[in-house]
């Protein structure tokens, strides 16, 4: 019997896949054969229709990418999860992967490993109509980004909130882990780090913070557990891999400014 051919990534990289949830609904037929039946009932529940086509293209997209990976087709590919919801790919040997999605507006970002626990968050970058940071992040977190010249202030938030989230889906324990438990970098003069985390003493040695490339209004952060092992971010797209960002993408190397 035949051996299948998994695509080999190797522990000095993780792909990044980023996509556009709104593709033309001509396609969204093609998307929707790819799910199972669990998928197009979760699709079927959604009360808006953006909002439906946008699941089904982000699920149709995940299987189409992640049968790549293990040589499946994207309808073979069946999803286990944890007790706090984490998916993982369900394979008789285990999943030679490790993957994690994230979507925000109509954009959807991917991270896969086939070495290390990873988490992804992408989010739009929107006014704040609330104090998020004073109800969710650390003292020390609240401290720094009140530090912050107020026109930094919101590039600042979110890149801190990415991080944060992206490490809670790394975790793995998901909302079960205080959001104040741990400390991340995200101030412009600091290389990302998580540098706190109760209970783990190791854990600033062990996790890794990459800064995701988004386009300007837009952040976003990938989480991985390389246990000291420097790692870096390859974007991946249907036209091939490139070490820069994807055409269409571009860090933001300033303070967002809407």
């Known amino acids: 019997m035949q051996q299948p051919s998994f695509e080999v990534i190797g522990p000095d990289l993780i792909d990044v896949w980023t996509w556009s949830l709104d593709a033309p609904s001509s396609s969204l037929d093609e998307f929707a054969a790819l799910l ?48 706090h919801g984490k998916p993982s790919v369900a394979l008789p040997d285990g999943a030679p992967i490790h993957f994690n999605l994230s979507h925000s507006a109509d954009l959807a970002a991917l991270a896969v490993s086939d070495r290390y626990e990873l988490g992804i968050d992408i989010e739009e970058i929107r006014f704040l109509k609330e104090d998020i940071a004073g109800r969710f992040f650390s003292r020390k977190e609240c401290l720094t980004l009140q530090a912050l010249p107020p026109e930094a202030y919101l590039d600042g938030f979110y890149r801190c909130w990415t991080r944060k989230e992206a490490f809670v889906k790394a975790h793995g324990e998901g909302l079960s882990l205080p959001l104040d438990s741990f400390d991340v970098t995200f101030d412009w003069s600091s290389e990302p780090r998580l540098e706190r985390l109760d209970g783990d003493p190791d854990a600033p040695f062990n996790w890794r913070i990459l800064e995701l490339e988004t386009p300007v209004t837009f952040a976003g952060a990938v989480l991985a557990l390389t246990k ?17 960002a994807h055409r269409d993408l571009r860090i933001r190397s300033a303070p967002f400014s809407p």
């Not at 000291?228 to 820069?244: C, F, H, K, M, Q």
């Open 228 to 244: 000291g092992r420097p790692v870096g971010l390859r974007y991946r797209s249907d036209e091939g891999e490139t070490a820069i």
């Open 36 to 83: 199972s039946a669990e998928e197009l009932a979760r699709a079927a529940r959604f009360v808006r229709e953006r909002d439906r086509h946008r699941f089904i293209v982000g699920r149709g997209r995940l299987r189409s990418i992640l049968g790549r990976y293990l040589d499946l087709s994207p309808q073979k590919v069946t999803f286990t999860y944890n007790d």
